[in-house]
């Protein structure tokens, strides 16, 4: 019996590969090996073999992602613009 094999072809950033090469080299595996065995574990599990969820931010991060750069001073009012009829020129 000959087991019949298809390409799975996709684009990654190249420092990406390389250090997938270079993991996948340092746990004895070639890269093909590498993601034979996740392709397996990904049909066999019908999941992820493994959690893929967003990290979760550092304090820091997190309290940077709240305020935003838009923020100088908790509070303050919007700028208040001044009236005009349309058509009127501005002072000065």
Do not use: I
């Amino acid at each position: 019996m000959t087991a019949s094999t298809a390409s799975l072809g996709n684009r990654v950033d190249a420092n990406l590969k390389r250090a997938f090469d270079a993991t996948a080299e340092k746990l004895g595996l070639t890269p093909a090996s590498a993601l034979t065995v996740f392709t397996k574990r990904f049909a066999e599990e019908s999941c992820f073999p493994f959690a893929v969820r967003k990290r979760t931010p550092t304090e820091a991060e997190y309290v940077a992602e709240m305020l935003g750069p838009r923020v100088t001073r908790p509070c303050a009012p919007p700028p208040r613009r001044r009236w005009r009829p349309r058509g009127a020129s501005s002072p000065g």
